[in-house]
């Protein structure tokens, strides 16, 4: 079944119906996916898990056609991604069909990704038949059925996003269940492709806000997401994990998500850990930058990831452009030489770290799956405070959780809101940050202040000053680029 004969959740967004109804029948996708002759995403994953390499992925997208087959071509040709990206525009996100196909036409620079409802399935195929690399999904949208409709229809074997993750980070008004009941079409219709020999890999957003997010936070979202995903019929789960910068705990963050998979889902289901490589304030300088971007692979490898999305040098300074794309993929495939099996981390302090954050995703989501409704349950949680996430701008979400950085640089918890967490875990959190903030309650001034320092972490680590107007400041770096533009709308999500 298609997931676009279902009616919009909650909305009457303007669907594409010319792209509708001429859309494959998912038998017919599905014997074009195996037609291609190439692997699926799920299957290039499958292969890396087992060869303990990390695969590496880029954020690309633009709105031209042309453009974008370009993009993705230099991209395979110059750095051999395993795994390449369709990002797609915010009309098409908020399924604003119209205003993406006005603007295609109109000035497709403008867009902020590839409109690929307006541009058409045959488009997308044309993109996958392009490249030796199978295609991912990434967009952002609470409500993705149609463009689920149409990336299946283009041959794109993997999808990103969920209810909570791709609704809470990034949409105000947005109820949570309307999110919730379009992902669960989407997963069904993952479970009905699977019946025709076709695994889709549904990757979850766990990055969330992507700033200060504690790992227990980002798990338990991916863990409900995930139950509800494999209950639809989902047979390949990725969940996505933000790198936080304090290698210790990525790495038991990392190494939990397949104990957390053992614990909570079906046995038989793919299930694979992917960082997605810093995403908080960049370092202005390369060699900096490059430092971080290194050390983000070095913590995916020693994580057991089987995927990392890549970030490259430029991202202080905007959009990066395509030749600092296939230098971040290049840097960060170092990591995979077997020449660095001498780099580790202790693993006493990851196993430590690691039984905390177990036991506080535990206190978040066992309550939840006990419930008989499951949507109605994280809803309800949400709206009372017993699940939460920072900085978020959704009225389905509190925020009434701060995060700061302990003294070693870990993300914990500075306010817990209502999170329900065991007494244990909260002594915990409060000795650890006792060095940080001291006795007593801070001031506004003094909270905001050490907010603003974490945010700002690395730039700190490498002692950057504020903004550079000399040698290493924004005018020479546009100097230095002046001869590869930054293309538009290449998109970073």
Same mark, same amino acid.
């Not at 639809?232 to 969940?239: D, E, L, Q």
């Not at 992917?274 to 020693?302: C, Q, S, T």
């Not at 405070?385 to 959704?394: Q, T, V």
């Not at 995060?403 to 306010?415: E, H, V």
């Given at each position: 079944?298609?997931?676009? $004969?279902?009616? &919009?959740?909650?909305?009457?967004?303007?669907?594409?119906?010319?792209?509708?109804?001429?859309?494959?029948?998912?038998?017919? $996708?599905?014997? +074009? /996916?195996? &037609?291609?002759?190439?692997?699926?995403?799920? !299957?290039?994953?499958?292969?890396?898990?087992?060869?303990?390499?990390?695969?590496? !992925?880029?954020?690309?997208?633009?709105? @031209?056609?042309?453009?974008?087959?370009?993009?993705?071509?230099?991209?395979?040709?110059?750095?051999?991604?395993?795994?390449?990206?369709?990002?797609?525009?915010?009309?098409?996100?908020?399924?604003?069909?119209?205003?993406?196909?006005?603007?295609?036409?109109?000035?497709?620079?403008?867009?902020? @990704?590839?409109?690929?409802?307006?541009?058409?399935? !045959?488009?997308?195929?044309?993109?996958?038949?392009?490249?030796?690399?199978?295609?991912? /999904?990434?967009?952002?949208?609470?409500?993705?059925?149609?463009?689920?409709?149409?990336?299946?229809?283009?041959?794109?074997? $993997?999808?990103?996003?969920?209810?909570?993750?791709?609704?809470?980070? +990034?949409?105000?008004?947005?109820?949570?269940?309307?999110?919730?009941?379009?992902?669960?079409?989407?997963?069904?219709?993952?479970?009905?492709?699977?019946?025709?020999?076709?695994?889709?890999?549904?990757?979850?957003?766990?990055?969330?806000?992507?700033?200060?997010?504690?790992?227990?936070?980002? *798990?338990?979202?991916?863990?409900?997401?995930?139950?509800?995903?494999?209950?639809?019929?989902?047979?390949?789960? &990725?969940?996505? +994990?933000?790198?936080?910068?304090?290698?210790?705990?990525?790495?038991?963050?990392?190494?939990?998500?397949?104990?957390?998979?053992?614990?909570?889902?079906?046995?038989?289901? !793919?299930?694979?850990?992917?960082?997605?490589?810093?995403?908080?304030?960049?370092?202005?300088?390369?060699?900096?930058?490059?430092?971080?971007? *290194?050390?983000?692979?070095?913590?995916?490898?020693? @994580?057991?990831?089987?995927?990392?999305?890549?970030?490259?040098?430029?991202?202080?300074?905007?959009?990066?452009?395509?030749?600092?794309?296939?230098?971040?993929?290049?840097?960060?495939?170092?990591?995979? $030489?077997?020449?660095?099996?001498?780099?580790?981390?202790?693993?006493?302090?990851?196993?430590?770290?690691?039984?905390?954050?177990?036991?506080?995703?535990?206190?978040?989501?066992?309550?939840?799956?006990?419930?008989?409704?499951?949507?109605?349950?994280?809803?309800?949680?949400?709206?009372?405070?017993?699940?939460?996430?920072?900085?978020?701008?959704?009225?389905?979400?509190?925020?009434?959780? /701060?995060?700061?950085?302990?003294?070693?640089?870990?993300?914990?918890?500075?306010?817990?809101?209502?999170?329900?967490?065991?007494?244990?875990?909260?002594?915990?959190?409060?000795?650890?940050?006792?060095?940080?903030? @001291?006795?007593?309650?801070?001031?506004?001034?003094?909270?905001?202040?050490?907010?603003?320092?974490?945010?700002? +972490?690395?730039?700190?680590?490498?002692?950057? &000053?504020?903004?550079?107007?000399?040698?290493?400041?924004?005018?020479?770096?546009?100097?230095?680029?002046?001869?590869?533009?930054?293309?538009?709308?290449?998109?970073?999500?």
């Amino acid at each position: 079944m298609s997931v676009t $004969s279902i009616p &919009s959740a909650g909305g009457s967004a303007t669907v594409p119906l010319a792209c509708a109804t001429s859309l494959p029948t998912p038998s017919q $996708s599905a014997a +074009y /996916i195996a &037609s291609l002759g190439k692997p699926t995403a799920a !299957q290039i994953l499958q292969d890396c898990k087992d060869r303990g390499r990390v695969a590496l !992925q880029p954020r690309c997208g633009v709105g @031209g056609h042309e453009e974008m087959k370009r993009l993705l071509t230099t991209l395979e040709e110059e750095a051999r991604p395993d795994i390449l990206t369709l990002t797609i525009d915010s009309h098409t996100r908020l399924k604003r069909f119209g205003e993406a196909r006005r603007t295609l036409h109109l000035r497709p620079a403008d867009l902020n @990704g590839y409109p690929l409802v307006a541009h058409g399935w !045959q488009r997308g195929r044309e993109l996958n038949e392009l490249v030796d690399a199978p295609l991912e /999904i990434r967009h952002g949208s609470p409500d993705a059925r149609l463009l689920f409709d149409v990336s299946v229809a283009s041959g794109i074997t $993997s999808f990103e996003g969920g209810g909570i993750s791709y609704n809470l980070p +990034y949409s105000k008004a947005v109820p949570l269940a309307e999110s919730l009941t379009a992902w669960q079409d989407v997963d069904r219709a993952c479970g009905e492709l699977a019946e025709h020999g076709v695994i889709v890999d549904r990757e979850l957003f766990g990055t969330l806000t992507a700033v200060l997010v504690p790992p227990s936070i980002s *798990l338990a979202v991916s863990v409900l997401e995930a139950v509800l995903a494999t209950r639809a019929g989902v047979r390949c789960v &990725s969940v996505a +994990y933000p790198q936080g910068g304090h290698l210790v705990q990525d790495v038991a963050a990392l190494r939990s998500i397949p104990v957390l998979a053992e614990r909570y889902l079906p046995a038989g289901v !793919q299930v694979h850990a992917v960082l997605h490589e810093f995403m908080g304030v960049f370092p202005r300088k390369r060699d900096n930058a490059e430092d971080l971007i *290194l050390y983000g692979a070095l913590a995916a490898r020693l @994580g057991g990831a089987s995927k990392l999305i890549t970030k490259t040098y430029q991202e202080a300074y905007g959009i990066p452009d395509t030749a600092a794309n296939v230098a971040g993929l290049r840097l960060a495939n170092r990591a995979n $030489s077997p020449l660095l099996d001498f780099v580790t981390v202790d693993d006493g302090r990851v196993t430590e770290e690691q039984r905390w954050i177990l036991d506080e995703v535990a206190d978040l989501v066992e309550p939840l799956l006990q419930r008989p409704d499951l949507i109605e349950a994280v809803v309800e949680a949400f709206a009372e405070g017993r699940l939460d996430i920072p900085f978020s701008a959704s009225r389905s979400a509190r925020s009434d959780i /701060i995060p700061r950085r302990d003294a070693t640089g870990a993300i914990r918890y500075r306010t817990v809101g209502a999170l329900p967490f065991a007494p244990a875990r909260l002594r915990r959190n409060e000795e650890l940050l006792h060095r940080v903030d @001291g006795l007593g309650e801070p001031g506004i001034d003094t909270l905001m202040a050490g907010l603003t320092g974490d945010i700002n +972490y690395f730039r700190g680590l490498f002692r950057e &000053s504020e903004p550079h107007t000399g040698a290493h400041g924004p005018e020479r770096w546009r100097n230095a680029t002046a001869a590869t533009p930054i293309a538009p709308g290449e998109s970073r999500n």
